[in-house]
């Protein structure tokens, strides 16, 4: 079976779902159903990638695939979240935390030996407060029920099942951001 065969290629066509008859029709003439439209750098080879904005053209290493695949969902992923911009005077100091009122969300800020995390102020059990919790390293307990909480990941210790949505925290210089992505799911990615 070789790939550059008609009947291979007609196979996985009808494999896929797609009506031979449709198919064959298709193929007579010039076969300009199958002409690509694209102009400068995308024309120059195939296949050609369009992500991002950035064309990759002609046959790519998996690895520059999978890492231009990233850079294309970071940058949509940053231009579709909400930044909330911490003021500088408001940065807790190491073992410090602070309460963040912003685009209808509570959020806690903390600061573990100068590494900061972000997540939501209520208590994924019954709503209490995590702001006021005990801060033992990465771990926040609630003050109501004893639940404890990794700020890295947003799990209850010990479980898959519960967790508090946690958000990544940018810095810029002096600035920092705590990042609210559009479809508000919290992924603890650092």
């Known amino acids: 079976m070789a790939l550059g065969d008609g009947s291979t290629l007609l196979g996985l066509a009808e494999a ?16 300009t159903p199958f002409l690509g439209t694209a102009e400068g750098a995308a024309s120059q080879g ?10 990759l053209s002609g046959a790519q290493p998996v690895e520059r695939l999978l890492a231009s695949l990233r850079q294309a969902v970071a940058a ?9 911009a911490v003021p500088a005077e408001r940065v807790p100091a190491p073992g410090k935390r602070i309460l963040i009122e912003a685009e209808g969300k509570s959020l806690v800020l903390f600061n573990v030996d100068g590494r900061f995390h972000a997540i939501d102020d209520g208590c994924p059990h019954q709503g209490a407060s995590l702001c006021g919790g005990r801060l033992e390293g990465e771990v926040i307990q609630c003050c109501a029920h004893g639940l404890r909480f990794n700020l890295n990941t947003g799990y209850l210790l010990g479980s898959t099942q519960l967790r508090v949505n946690c958000y990544p925290v940018e810095r810029a ?9 559009q479809e508000d799911a919290a992924s603890c990615t650092r």
């Open 76 to 84: 949509a992923a940053r231009t579709s979240a909400t930044r909330i």
């Open 173 to 181: 210089g002096d600035q920092l951001h705590i990042v609210i992505p």
């Open 46 to 55: 195939v296949p050609s990638f369009v992500l991002g904005g950035r064309v």
């Open 16 to 31: 896929a779902g797609f009506s031979s008859a449709e198919l064959v029709s298709s193929l007579q003439g010039d076969g």
